[in-house]
């Protein structure tokens, strides 16, 4: 008999091809969260589902779900999990770290570029049919991203790759991190450690790479932005919540930093008005991941986690190593 899953939300047709071969699969095929009522109602009965980043699992949705054994997130983040809570219900969790490492560093880069060119404004005055002729003091002089310091807040995988993509423009990286990085991965990425009060004084560019948890919640806050330079671009890819908006928002308005690049955002996906007014910053909706290539890699990475967990064998990803134990 095929085990029993649950996929919450619309994958690619080749992800759930290869899913129905192996199991018996509850399929939502539309891409909108299901409430998570119906996440607890479908999860009864089932060994194990793929979830999205907009699934809150937790001790609720869970407490129906006596048989189910993996809980397989298609996101490297898994702040949409309680894993306390999971572990408690004797369930393994997993996630896709690696797929997605150089579309995410990209999407910072390209954030990056446009917040420091002000592409996009600039973009907007010429369709707006302002532009009356070129001028040598045009009124759009950008930041010069070649020579720079690019900080890194947060130096795994995807920061790592971020810093390897700097040494094109001639650039200084610096980062911080709790841990230091190997001095191998260090040479390799050109990247020195500093001390986060020293990062945040230096930057010309500042890229969030941080988990999302209570401990990283406003890491960037109204004191944060204070001690960066006022030629300084914030450039967020990693998760709304890591930054107070509020207080970027008052930063940018009153030109105590430079510019902003944000794909998160705090209480996603509703925007917090005011970005709308602002004309330095770039907004773009979380796609961070989102090349066709990497999130089909992404969906497979989950899948891989969910055939292993459900299969007996340790799975690739596996985020609450303890269940093995248990
Ligand atoms: C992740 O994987 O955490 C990304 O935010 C999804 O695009």
Sequence with gaps: MKAKILVTRALFPEAI????????????????????AEIAARLAGKDGAITLLSDRIDAQTLAG????????NVAVGYNNYDLAAITAAGVMATNTPGVLDDTTADTAWALLLASARRIVAADRWVRNGQWQGWKFHDGWFGQDVHH????????????????????GFAMRVIYHNRQHLHPDQETECAATWVDKATL??????????LPYSPATHHAIGAAELAAMKPTAH???VARGGIVDDGALIAALAERRIAGAGLDVFENEPALDPRFADLD??????????SSRATRLA?????????????????PPNLLNPQMLAA
């Design 148 to 167: 720079a310091t690019l900080g890194i807040l947060g130096m795994g995988r995807i920061g790592r790759a971020v810093a390897r993509r700097a040494g």
């Design 234 to 236: 914030l450039i967020n």
């Design 200 to 209: 945040l004084r230096e930057s010309d560019f500042l890229v969030l790479m």
């Design 17 to 36: 091809d290869r899913l129905n071969a192996a199991f018996e699969v509850d399929y939502n095929p539309e891409d909108r969260a299901l409430p998570p």
């Design 280 to 289: 330095n910053v770039v907004l773009t909706p979380h796609i961070g991941s």
């Design 298 to 314: 992404m969906a497979m990475c989950a899948i891989d986690n969910l055939v292993a967990a459900l299969d007996g064998r340790r």
């Design 65 to 72: 779900a006596a048989g189910l054994k993996a809980v397989c």
